[in-house]
């Protein structure tokens, strides 16, 4: 079984900063797998926001969140980072990491193609 687990949310102004990490663990092969972050705002579906590949080598990111956010990941520490800069109050919600289903493929931006997730992590950006 994996286990992913979110920290770094919280609350923070408009036009602020947060980085979110996620921690793996359990059987899992983390350094071939895609890895992504989702988010979901209150009686919405959940989102993509940006994906990158198991090698770490290519990266996605919604045109939402594009020159905002970045994702990136340390394989030696089995962990996914989200810097979330420039902050806006629509970047509310929770947010999600996600493994993928298949070793070697993607970053994809279908919830369907990732079966491990995390609890999430709330942020908050207020006005």
């Known amino acids: 079984q994996v286990q992913l687990v979110e920290s770094g949310g919280g609350l923070v102004q408009t036009g602020g900063s947060v980085r979110l990490s996620c921690a793996a663990s359990?059987?899992?092969?983390?350094?071939?797998?895609?890895m992504a972050w989702f988010r979901q705002a209150p009686g919405k579906e959940r989102q993509f926001v940006a994906g990158?590949?198991?090698?770490?080598?290519?990266?996605r990111h919604s045109d939402s969140v594009k020159g905002r956010f970045t994702i990136s990941r340390d394989n030696a520490k089995s962990t996914i980072y989200l810097q979330m800069n420039s902050l806006k109050p629509e970047d509310t919600g929770f947010y999600y990491c996600?493994?993928?289903?298949?070793?070697?493929?993607?970053?994809?931006?279908?919830?369907?193609?990732?079966?491990?997730w995390g609890q999430g992590t709330q942020v908050t950006v207020s006005s």
């Open positions: 359990g059987r899992s092969s983390f350094n071939t797998y895609a």
């Open positions: 996600a493994r993928g289903s298949v070793s070697g493929w993607g970053p994809s931006e279908r919830r369907d193609d990732y079966a491990y």
């Open positions: 990158i590949s198991a090698s770490g080598s290519s990266t």
